[in-house]
């Protein structure tokens, strides 16, 4: 049974909390103060601590942030989560860079606090799988690959958010896949939504879904991607491309575990867990003001760096067999291919800007265009000379271009139209068109 201390003030609300845990099948200790909290810490290690930020009547967290790295002083290994008020939540944020595992907004859900308690001790309980973790299409050997398999591993049979960082192309949608399958979750949907491009004004909709007549042509109800996800999986891609007005909305969903859909004024539950993707340093853009700093420690609870191709070259042979077996499979009458020795050394002397995404590329377009069984390092070199610039990092830019450039063929060229389903303006659209040299 797991022991769970509680540190608050308030007599009522200690009294609350500890029925409500103890209903939950949790040992429960609650102490009033810091001094109290501190003498059991020393003498006891509580799976989890359950702290207030304030202790007077003052409003600092000056107490709480002091008793915080108290605790993590003595039992570094224990999970802290605060409770503070949705106006403190810069105070939860401090609390979040001093250790605190997470904070929670009083008044509190109290499905969301037990559900919020699983995570914390489910992550920290957690072990390495012994043999039963599918990696899927995941290919390789690498430490590296097998040291960040090893965490997915611990990190899936929880609900803990998880943000999946590393280069484009390197298979960050994969390894989100790969955790999803590997949770309680998986006989549930995994809903992939890739926010780059997203224009602002479709954000709501597209997330929490809209009612009819919520807006001009919505003319019937329409679920978001969170409903859409609803006991799965949500994987946010390119979580980095989001305007500051759809990081504060995303916050509080996560936050409150509950949306409404756009023109409905109807609150609906969450169970949905979140995981994130980037290629950008969210570190730094949270440095720069340019995202949420208490959305970042909210969708980063874990963090998992995907490594880049060129730092795991001994894997490009277990790689490139890989992709030869699906071609084989998902083409008609297209034979397995097989690659030389000199073939598998040329590929490891490239640089592989666009990493996995681009190897795949070049090794697709060898498999067709060479018509051998047995694919040689001229074949290759030949596929490689005539890659897309496409397998290169995408910009931002990239995306913005390819997303107007779809919205007019599906408009069939009437710009009004596309205007409409981008949500921007004409005058706005014409300005990129001529931007990005569209017609």
């Known amino acids: 049974m797991s022991e769970i201390l509680i540190v608050d003030d308030d007599t009522m609300l200690l009294a609350s909390l500890r029925g409500l845990l103890t209903r939950a099948g949790y040992a429960v200790v609650a102490v009033p103060s810091p001094a109290e909290a501190i003498d059991y810490v020393r003498a006891q290690r509580p799976d989890l601590v359950l702290m207030d930020m304030n202790f007077t009547r003052g409003t600092s967290g000056i107490e709480?942030?002091?008793?915080?790295?108290?605790?993590?002083?003595?039992?570094?290994?224990?999970?802290?989560?605060?409770?503070?008020?949705?106006?403190?939540?810069?105070?939860?944020?401090?609390?979040?860079?001093?250790?605190?595992?997470?904070?929670?907004?009083?008044?509190?859900?109290?499905?969301?606090?037990?559900?919020?308690?699983?995570?914390?001790?489910?992550?920290?309980?957690?072990?390495?799988?012994?043999?039963?973790?599918?990696?899927?299409?995941?290919?390789?050997?690498?430490?590296?690959?097998?040291?960040?398999?090893?965490?997915?591993?611990?990190?899936?049979?929880?609900?803990?958010?998880?943000?999946?960082?590393?280069?484009?192309?390197?298979?960050?949608?994969?390894?989100?896949?790969?955790?999803?399958?590997?949770?309680?979750?998986?006989?549930?949907?995994?809903?992939?939504?890739?926010?780059g491009g997203m224009p602002p004004a479709m954000f709501e909709s597209e997330m929490f879904g809209h009612v009819r007549g919520a807006f001009s042509g919505a003319l019937t109800d329409r679920k978001g991607s969170f409903e859409l996800a609803d006991g799965g999986t949500l994987f946010l891609d390119e979580i980095d491309t989001l305007e500051a007005v759809s990081q504060m909305k995303l916050m509080r969903v996560l936050q409150e575990q509950s949306f409404e859909p756009l023109g409905s004024n109807r609150s609906r539950r969450l169970d949905v867990r979140v995981v994130c993707a980037t290629s950008a340093d969210l570190g730094a853009m949270v440095a720069d003001r340019r995202f949420r700093e208490d959305l970042f420690y909210r969708i980063n609870l874990v963090t998992l760096h995907v490594p880049s191709l060129?730092?795991?070259?001994?894997?490009?042979?277990?790689?490139?067999?890989?992709?030869?077996?699906?071609?084989?499979?998902?083409?008609?009458?297209?034979?397995?291919?097989?690659?030389?020795?000199?073939?598998?050394?040329?590929?490891?002397?490239?640089?592989?800007?666009?990493?996995?995404?681009?190897?795949?590329?070049?090794?697709?377009?060898?498999?067709?265009?060479?018509?051998h069984r047995m694919i040689s390092d001229d074949d290759l070199r030949a596929a490689a000379a005539n890659v897309s610039p496409q397998a290169a990092p995408d910009t931002l830019e990239g995306l913005e271009r390819r997303k107007i450039a779809e919205a007019l063929?599906?408009?069939?060229?009437?710009?009004?139209?596309?205007?409409?389903?981008?949500?921007?303006?004409?005058?706005?659209?014409?300005?990129?068109?001529?931007?990005?040299?569209?017609?």
């Not at 060229?413 to 921007?424: K, T």
């Open 64 to 195: 709480g942030i002091t008793l915080l790295k108290q605790v993590k002083i003595f039992r570094p290994e224990v999970p802290v989560i605060l409770m503070t008020a949705w106006g403190s939540i810069d105070l939860a944020v401090e609390g979040m860079r001093a250790g605190a595992f997470d904070f929670i907004t009083k008044p509190w859900d109290n499905a969301v606090l037990l559900e919020r308690i699983s995570t914390a001790l489910s992550l920290h309980r957690a072990s390495d799988a012994d043999g039963v973790f599918d990696r899927g299409a995941i290919s390789g050997t690498s430490a590296s690959i097998e040291s960040i398999l090893s965490a997915a591993a611990r990190v899936a049979p929880t609900d803990a958010p998880v943000l999946i960082t590393g280069e484009s192309g390197t298979g960050k949608a994969l390894l989100a896949e790969t955790i999803h399958r590997n949770s309680r979750r998986a006989g549930r949907p995994f809903v992939k939504v890739k926010l």
């Open 310 to 371: 060129r730092e795991r070259r001994s894997d490009i042979p277990a790689i490139v067999r890989a992709f030869a077996r699906a071609y084989a499979r998902n083409t008609p009458g297209a034979e397995l291919a097989a690659f030389t020795d000199e073939a598998m050394a040329y590929l490891a002397t490239l640089p592989f800007p666009g990493n996995i995404r681009e190897l795949r590329n070049i090794v697709e377009r060898a498999i067709l265009m060479s018509g």
């Open 409 to 439: 063929s599906m408009a069939g060229g009437n710009v009004s139209r596309a205007a409409a389903s981008l949500g921007i303006s004409r005058g706005a659209l014409y300005r990129r068109m001529e931007k990005y040299g569209l017609s």
